[in-house]
């Protein structure tokens, strides 16, 4: 089936930088988008980006521009999100989410990672 | 940016009962490119609806989509007690693909 497996929960300092893996199995990796999104405590959801896994293009919320990168290695078919400069408001958690395509048309996200959680404090 | 406003934030109804989520977008959403997800505690969202009104693989027909343009709506027809979580709708017609606030459903 169809399985997103993400890496385990981070602590980090203010100022350092966090890097989430999200290990794709039952498709081709390289066959569809992988988006990341965000959840604080409580809060909404909050996309932050895509990577292409077949050109590894990638497109970022302007929000994240400058701060977050998302990179890809195929032979393993693994996803990364790189978030650097951390802050404490950057305490979420972070999910992997594949772009589900349904008879060549973008149908959501479908499935989701299991989610990491990533505190930052001092 | 689209922005999407979800109403009522929270909804409270018994089991049996039928729900009625609205999501109301800041500009048209392209293509009708617009999902709902369901999210319980402690748990990933998982996808319901998409292109509107297409139910995701292995989603009960008590779940339905509706609407175009800027109006949308998730209709549930008759409340099951696992139906009571937070619902969440998304645009991804464009960049930032944008969510709702959120709606949650909990039992009165």
């Known amino acids: 089936q169809v399985q997103l497996v993400q890496s385990g929960a981070e602590v980090k300092k203010p100022g350092a930088s966090v890097k989430v893996s999200c290990k794709a199995s039952g498709y081709t990796f390289t066959g569809y988008y992988m988006h990341w999104v965000r959840q604080a405590p409580g809060q909404g959801l909050e996309w932050m980006g895509w990577?292409?896994?077949?050109?590894?293009?990638?497109n970022y919320a302007q929000k994240f521009q400058g701060r977050v990168t998302m990179t890809r290695d195929t032979s393993i078919s693994t996803a990364y999100m790189e978030l650097s400069r951390l802050r404490s408001d950057d305490t979420a958690v972070y999910y992997c989410a594949r772009e589900l395509v349904v008879r060549g048309f973008s149908a959501g996200f479908d499935p989701w990672g299991q989610g990491t959680l990533v505190t930052v404090s001092s | 940016e689209i922005v999407l406003t979800q109403s009522p934030g929270t909804l409270s109804l018994s089991p049996g009962e039928r729900a009625t989520l609205s999501c109301r977008a800041s500009?048209?959403?392209?293509?009708?490119?617009l999902a709902w997800y369901q999210q319980k505690p402690g748990q990933a969202p998982r996808l319901l609806i998409y292109g509107a009104s297409s139910r995701a693989t292995g989603i009960p027909d008590r779940f339905s989509g509706s609407g175009s343009g800027t109006d949308f709506t998730l209709t549930i027809s008759r409340l099951e007690p696992e139906d009571f979580a937070v619902y969440y709708c998304q645009q991804y017609g464009s960049s930032p693909k944008t969510f709702g606030q959120g709606t949650k459903l909990e039992i009165k």
């Open positions: 500009q048209s959403v392209s293509s009708s490119y």
């Open positions: 990577i292409n896994p077949n050109s590894g293009g990638t």
